[in-house]
């Protein structure tokens, strides 16, 4: 999981103990940290983030989105198009 994936998901973890309005911005400033190191990363720099364990705050924040499904999807409409491009284009993906 590459270091703005693990950051994106620690603010997730975030989430779970803030209202809805404070999700919905946390969210949006997860995905777009996502979105921007994507972009601004290299293709040897994703390729050599790829292989790294999470860590325990990143397994919560994981376990969060994976529990609750509105949260999963907006993070995911947001960074899905920038993100699979990218790895795309770095043969990360077929």
Do not use: H, W
């Not at 720099?45 to 999963?72: H, N, T, V, W």
Request: aromatic letters at 6%; charged letters at 25%; proline letters at 4%.
């Amino acid at each position: 999981m590459t270091t703005s994936i693990r950051a994106a998901t620690l603010v997730a973890a975030l989430l779970v103990a803030g209202d809805a309005a404070a999700q919905g911005m946390l969210l949006d400033f997860a995905a777009d940290k996502v979105i921007k190191k994507y972009q601004s990363s290299s293709c040897d720099q994703l390729k050599a983030l790829k292989g790294e364990p999470p860590s325990e705050k990143e397994k919560m924040a994981i376990d969060f989105l994976r529990d609750d499904a509105q949260a999963r999807k907006a993070f995911i409409d947001k960074i899905a198009a920038p993100v699979l491009n990218k790895m795309f284009e770095c043969g990360l993906i077929p």
